[in-house]
């Protein structure tokens, strides 16, 4: 399954655990038609969104849950800025 979008995750490049993965450099995918990058933030707004407006739901729970959405998105953010900017 490829999307339409950037994606850079360097845990693809050990040939030891992923030996397809980095013999195909697939941790390193740059699409001429990025359709994903420009959503990041938006996405990001209605992860936190739904996590705030969990009900019954331990708040531990919640709170990891929300770190945890937060931290993949800045991890995209970050492979998106260090594939151009960098």
């Known amino acids: 399954m490829h999307g339409q979008g950037n994606f850079f995750d360097p ?11 980095a013999k195909n450099k697939s941790g390193h995918t740059v699409s001429d038609n990025d359709r994903v990058t420009g959503k990041l933030n938006g ?7 739904l996590a705030e407006r969990a009900s019954g739901v331990n708040s531990s729970y919640r709170d990891a849950q929300t770190q945890m959405l937060a931290t993949n998105l800045q991890s995209s ?3 998106f800025k260090f594939l151009f900017f960098h």
């Open 11 to 21: 845990r693809l490049d050990d040939a030891t655990q992923y030996p397809v993965a």
């Open 43 to 49: 996405l990001q707004a209605y992860q936190l969104s």
């Open 77 to 79: 953010s970050a492979a």
